[in-house]
């Protein structure tokens, strides 16, 4: 069977905490119920039972490397996890969690989430659709720019200091390439602003 070290090794390859864990106990409830067969009267020859037995210690053998994977993967799961939410802190506090103007934050969410706003010429003329973004959108980007971050723990400053220059180079072209669609983004926000206002 495996030993400590290939399994540390190895980890990458067994998935996440949740799947050992149901690996271990799927291969735990295998073994019990091949001891449940001893237990019955089935006249099993000498050569029979032994492979029951050789399937049983294999199967409690591959339960514990999996136990062993599931605590080494919690570990490392709660490290990665308090890397980002360190690194979202810092991002959040940082420039560009301070982005404040519509044109900035959307430049910003044309970088980060390119799939997601690839064309900014899709926004329909209704303030929901233009406000959207800036509500959800922009946290996710924040998101995202942290766990890429993460994973560098010790160079976040550096790093964010890095990707804000290269967006400070990149911003003209940006604004050249979306910068119609950002002022019909803002015209549709003020529009709605204005109505919020004419209700009251």
Known sequence: MIDDKRLVASIGLLGNSTKSKKLATNL??????????RTFDLELTSAE?????DAIAVLTSAAGVYRKA?????KNEKVR??????????????????????????LFLATVLPNT???LSDISESYASAIYPLKYCFTEALELIARRL????????????????RFQDM???LLERHGEQIRKVIA???AGAAQSVNRV
């Open 171 to 173: 911003r003209p072209r």
């Open 49 to 53: 039972q032994k492979s029951i037995n």
């Open 117 to 119: 706003l690839s064309n």
């Open 28 to 37: 735990k409830r295998l073994a019990g119920g091949l001891q449940n067969i």
């Open 81 to 106: 996890k308090d890397n980002f939410e360190r690194t979202l802190t810092l991002v959040q506090a940082s420039r560009f969690g301070k982005l404040e103007s519509t044109e900035d934050k959307y």
């Open 188 to 190: 549709l926000l003020e």
């Open 70 to 74: 599931m605590t080494i993967q919690l």
């Open 150 to 165: 993460a994973e560098k723990p010790d160079q976040v400053q550096q790093e964010l200091e890095a990707a804000w220059q």
